[in-house]
């Protein structure tokens, strides 16, 4: 992760973080202990991200942006993980696990079906199972 440093003594930028700012030799070991402690929530978030622990990722990159506000790679990180909580993808993510995980679920529709095609398959599995219950 790249971090735009300035010197909160001199305000002078500065290459890399060291213990000493070069410029005006400012103590800053907090200002290290801080790029440190975002670099470690950035990579716990990315561990979870992979593991598909969306809100535990969510969390660690809450932490790494608010230690970094410009952080471009947590920022983007961030986006794949929201969409990965966004309850609109959620039913089409469930329907794809669905038919991997039961018998016959190729058999299934690739996509969901909308609302309308479920309430008219109902209607006719209703149908005919009223017309067989009627007919001994």
Same mark, same amino acid.
Request: charge should be positive.
């Given at each position: 992760m790249a971090f735009a440093i300035t010197c909160p003594l001199c305000r002078r930028r500065i290459a890399d973080l060291t213990g000493r700012c070069p410029a005006c030799g400012g103590d800053l070991g907090a200002l290290a202990g801080l790029v440190e402690l975002a670099d470690r929530h950035f990579n716990d978030a990315v561990r979870a991200a992979r593991r598909a622990r969306w809100n535990t990722a969510a969390e660690h990159l809450a932490v790494?942006? %608010?230690?970094?506000? %410009?952080? %471009?790679?947590a920022r983007q990180l961030l986006t794949k993980v929201r969409y990965h909580q966004d309850? =609109?993808?959620?039913?089409?993510?469930?329907?794809? =696990?669905?038919?991997? *995980?039961?018998?016959?679920?190729?058999?299934?529709?690739?996509?969901?079906?909308?609302q309308a095609t479920? *309430? *008219?398959?109902?209607e006719q599995a209703t149908r005919r199972w009223s017309t067989t219950r009627k007919s001994p």
């Open positions: 790494t942006l %608010a230690l970094n506000p %410009a952080d %471009a790679e309850p =609109k993808t959620l039913p089409d993510r469930l329907w794809r =696990k669905v038919r991997t *995980h039961i018998p016959y679920g190729d058999r299934l529709p690739r996509t969901l079906p909308n479920v *309430h *008219h398959l109902l």
